[in-house]
């Protein structure tokens, strides 16, 4: 018997869409509506051309939360005469997989209809469901759209990533965030025109959501029903600062802003920039970093990109990270500024960075030459026969020359002291 049409489907929709968050509400609906990206989904590009002649091979979107990962997809499933199916990676198991790629390969066999299968946060998905879905994939019984904030050459199957066509989205810019934010003021599906804002208080809320629109029209949300309560006409920025007190800056502790950031915060000191090296070290602790991490990589900095040319540089990082280990937030913050400042403004040599590896190279590359005899331990039988050692305290300087490195080595030169060393010249 033939499925009945469910006659209040448009009702319970438009019910569901009354209720939903405005973020949800102003999810475009086409390309032309699409906001931002122009480099990816922009007019001639590779991606806009497939959708639009409903060819798309397998992709992964990448790129920070509110991007249009999710929206690009939704986009996909408007447009396509194929079949559009969507799993959860956060609550699906390889069961739930397993059935939607039955499901795919009966309907390629029976219906000559091909399905699009989309992942969110497919990262989320362990190794045996990622392993899953390769054959379908590799067969094309699915076409995937995988969408994930973190790196996919990292966190998502190297042979999915190998049969699929990665795309990098970027946060969105102010002028593209203010964009959809002045659509959502006039825009039927969103606040259609009750509030009225300045170019001040939209730019306020673009610049405070970091690139990020859902957190631009969630903003706009509360500090619109904040001004409803009020029972005004107008935003101000009073209103989006109740919404939003503080500027949203991306930053994931196990993600790509996580190494992004600390790579340049080491930068930085190592760069004698103390403006920024506090800038990154503020981005870090906002962004909920631990401070441990943070004092450990300027511990390895201290030695391998001053190193002599400060050696008091060693002695400050481990007390930042002392600081952080036994005072903690938020007070060490303090601690570590100072370590960052001074880390950055000492003078720089990496010589005993340099030296060690060097010594490492030739230890593994060389034969293991003998210790010469006259360093050898005394406290053996033969050893009356051994070389004559020149004890340096004997002598007025407390030095004395002397052969120390194997005799294939004894010319060798590890540490290169540059002028900016003071110490062991």
Same mark, same amino acid.
């Given at each position: 018997?033939?499925?009945?049409?469910?006659?209040?489907a448009?009702?319970?929709?438009?019910?569901? +869409?009354?209720?939903?968050?405005?973020a949800v509400?102003?999810?475009?609906?086409?390309?032309?509506?699409?906001? $931002?990206?122009?480099?990816?989904?922009?007019?001639?590009?590779?991606?806009?051309?497939?959708?639009?002649?409903?060819?798309?091979s397998?992709?992964?979107?990448?790129?920070p939360?509110?991007?249009?990962?999710? #929206?690009?997809?939704?986009?996909?499933?408007? =447009?396509?005469?194929?079949?559009?199916?969507?799993?959860s990676?956060?609550? $699906?198991?390889?069961?739930?997989?397993?059935a939607?790629? =039955? /499901?795919?390969? +009966?309907r390629?066999?029976?219906?000559?209809?091909? #399905?699009? *299968?989309?992942?969110?946060?497919i990262?989320?998905?362990?190794?045996?469901?990622?392993?899953?879905?390769l054959?379908a994939?590799?067969?094309?019984?699915?076409?995937?759209? $995988?969408?994930?904030?973190?790196?996919?050459?990292? +966190?998502?199957?190297?042979? &999915?990533?190998?049969?699929?066509?990665?795309?990098?989205l970027?946060?969105?810019?102010?002028?593209?965030?203010? =964009?959809?934010?002045?659509?959502? &003021?006039?825009?039927e599906?969103?606040?259609?025109?009750?509030?009225?804002?300045?170019?001040?208080?939209?730019t306020?809320?673009?610049?405070?959501?970091?690139?990020?629109a859902?957190?631009?029209?969630? #903003? *706009?949300?509360?500090?619109?029903?904040?001004?409803?309560?009020?029972?005004?006409?107008?935003?101000?920025?009073?209103?989006?600062?109740d919404?939003?007190?503080? !500027?949203? =800056?991306?930053?994931?502790?196990d993600?790509?802003?996580?190494?992004?950031?600390?790579?340049?915060f080491i !930068?930085?000191?190592r $760069?004698?920039?103390p403006?920024?090296?506090? @800038?990154?070290?503020?981005?870090?602790?906002?962004?909920?970093?631990?401070?441990?991490?943070? /004092?450990?990589?300027?511990?390895?900095? %201290?030695?391998?990109?001053i190193?002599?040319?400060d050696?008091?540089?060693?002695?400050?990082?481990?007390?930042?990270?002392?600081?952080?280990e036994i005072?903690?937030?938020p007070?060490?913050?303090?601690?570590?500024?100072?370590?960052?400042?001074y880390?950055?403004?000492?003078?720089?040599?990496? /010589?005993?960075?340099l030296?060690?590896?060097?010594?490492?190279? %030739?230890?593994?590359?060389?034969a293991?030459?003998?210790?010469?005899?006259?360093?050898?331990?005394?406290n053996?039988?033969?050893?009356?026969?051994?070389?004559?050692y020149? @004890?340096p305290?004997?002598?007025?300087?407390?030095y004395?020359?002397?052969?120390?490195?194997?005799?294939a080595?004894?010319?060798?030169?590890? @540490?290169?002291?540059?002028?900016?060393? #003071?110490?062991?010249?």
């Amino acid at each position: 018997m033939p499925k009945q049409p469910d006659l209040f489907a448009d009702v319970r929709a438009r019910a569901v +869409e009354a209720v939903a968050p405005l973020a949800v509400r102003m999810r475009p609906r086409t390309l032309d509506e699409f906001v $931002g990206q122009s480099t990816i989904v922009g007019e001639g590009t590779w991606l806009r051309r497939v959708i639009a002649a409903d060819a798309l091979s397998s992709i992964l979107l990448f790129g920070p939360a509110g991007t249009g990962k999710t #929206t690009l997809a939704r986009i996909i499933a408007a =447009t396509t005469e194929s079949f559009f199916d969507e799993v959860s990676a956060i609550g $699906g198991t390889v069961a739930d997989l397993r059935a939607s790629l =039955t /499901a795919a390969r +009966e309907r390629l066999a029976l219906e000559g209809r091909r #399905t699009i *299968l989309f992942i969110d946060e497919i990262h989320r998905f362990s190794k045996s469901q990622q392993d899953a879905l390769l054959h379908a994939v590799e067969d094309r019984i699915v076409v995937l759209i $995988g969408a994930t904030t973190e790196n996919p050459y990292f +966190e998502v199957n190297s042979a &999915l990533v190998s049969r699929s066509r990665v795309i990098e989205l970027a946060l969105l810019t102010d002028e593209d965030v203010a =964009t959809i934010v002045r659509t959502a &003021l006039a825009d039927e599906r969103g606040l259609n025109g009750q509030l009225s804002a300045t170019d001040e208080v939209v730019t306020a809320i673009a610049a405070m959501a970091g690139g990020d629109a859902r957190v631009a029209l969630t #903003t *706009l949300e509360l500090a619109a029903q904040l001004a409803m309560a009020q029972e005004a006409r107008e935003l101000t920025l009073e209103m989006v600062a109740d919404a939003m007190p503080s !500027k949203q =800056t991306p930053y994931d502790k196990d993600g790509d802003y996580h190494y992004d950031i600390i790579s340049a915060f080491i !930068k930085s000191m190592r $760069g004698s920039d103390p403006d920024a090296s506090v @800038y990154w070290l503020a981005r870090m602790l906002h962004g909920g970093e631990d401070p441990k991490f943070i /004092a450990r990589r300027m511990m390895i900095l %201290a030695s391998e990109d001053i190193g002599m040319a400060d050696p008091q540089a060693l002695l400050i990082a481990e007390a930042a990270f002392r600081s952080a280990e036994i005072i903690g937030m938020p007070e060490c913050r303090i601690i570590l500024s100072q370590a960052a400042i001074y880390l950055a403004r000492a003078p720089k040599s990496n /010589a005993s960075y340099l030296a060690i590896d060097e010594a490492l190279a %030739a230890v593994r590359a060389g034969a293991e030459y003998d210790v010469p005899s006259h360093l050898r331990d005394r406290n053996r039988p033969g050893s009356e026969n051994y070389g004559r050692y020149l @004890y340096p305290h004997s002598y007025a300087e407390g030095y004395v020359e002397q052969q120390y490195l194997p005799d294939a080595l004894k010319d060798t030169k590890f @540490y290169r002291p540059t002028p900016r060393d #003071t110490a062991g010249h």
